[in-house]
């Protein structure tokens, strides 16, 4: 099953795109190469990364709008109450089919069913931070943060990247 698939892979991403440390100049990297792999696309997104609640990155590229911020804290709330991906935390729900009130005592307005935002881990230590991107389809905004993060840290695109649908 297609969903299965994406939850096996996407728990390889979080394994795999860790780092060893982190700190403003690192989200500055990851932050530009974002904004230019996004530029490439021919696309627009807003990004933002942020350190145990410190914003560190924020760039929101002409033609986006104060609803994607609002996505992006959404997203933020994923991953910092989940410790996971905003894109498996949404096909997690999907697959057991239940709603985020009875689950979880919180609805859309709180918590994002959309991909777009990554955990920052540190290895041996766990969730520090987020990297959201909002503003492209939401399984995109997920795989144009892994292939960036894939690149950043040397890791093969290949094993970790989404099969297209």
């Given at each position: 099953?297609?969903?299965?698939?994406?939850?096996?892979?996407?728990?390889?991403?979080?394994?795999?795109?860790?780092?060893?440390?982190?700190?403003?100049?690192?989200?500055?990297?990851?932050?530009?190469?974002?904004?230019?792999?996004?530029?490439?696309?021919?696309?627009?997104?807003?990004?933002?990364?942020?350190?145990?609640?410190?914003?560190?990155?924020?760039?929101?590229?002409?033609?986006?709008?104060?609803?994607?911020?609002?996505?992006?804290?959404?997203?933020?709330?994923?991953?910092?109450?989940?410790?996971?991906s905003s894109y498996a935390f949404a096909l997690n729900v999907q697959?057991?089919?239940?709603?985020?009130?009875?689950?979880?005592?919180?609805?859309?307005?709180?918590?994002?069913?959309?991909?777009?935002?990554?955990?920052?881990?540190?290895?041996?230590?766990?969730?520090?931070?987020?990297?959201?991107?909002?503003?492209?389809?939401?399984?995109?905004?997920?795989?144009?943060?892994?292939?960036?993060?894939?690149?950043?840290?040397?890791?093969?695109?290949?094993?970790?990247a989404l099969d297209k649908v």
């Amino acid at each position: 099953m297609a969903l299965d698939d994406d939850l096996t892979r996407l728990a390889l991403q979080e394994e795999r795109l860790q780092f060893e440390q982190f700190n403003a100049e690192t989200a500055l990297a990851i932050g530009l190469r974002l904004k230019d792999y996004i530029a490439s696309l021919g696309k627009k997104a807003a990004i933002d990364i942020q350190l145990a609640g410190h914003p560190l990155f924020f760039y929101a590229m002409p033609g986006t709008t104060p609803d994607n911020v609002d996505w992006i804290r959404r997203k933020r709330n994923v991953v910092m109450r989940f410790h996971k991906s905003s894109y498996a935390f949404a096909l997690n729900v999907q697959k057991n089919g239940y709603s985020l009130f009875e689950r979880f005592g919180a609805g859309a307005d709180e918590l994002a069913l959309s991909g777009g935002a990554f955990p920052i881990r540190l290895r041996g230590s766990g969730c520090v931070g987020s990297i959201i991107v909002s503003g492209l389809p939401h399984r995109d905004d997920h795989g144009v943060i892994v292939a960036v993060l894939a690149e950043f840290l040397g890791q093969d695109i290949a094993e970790l990247a989404l099969d297209k649908v």
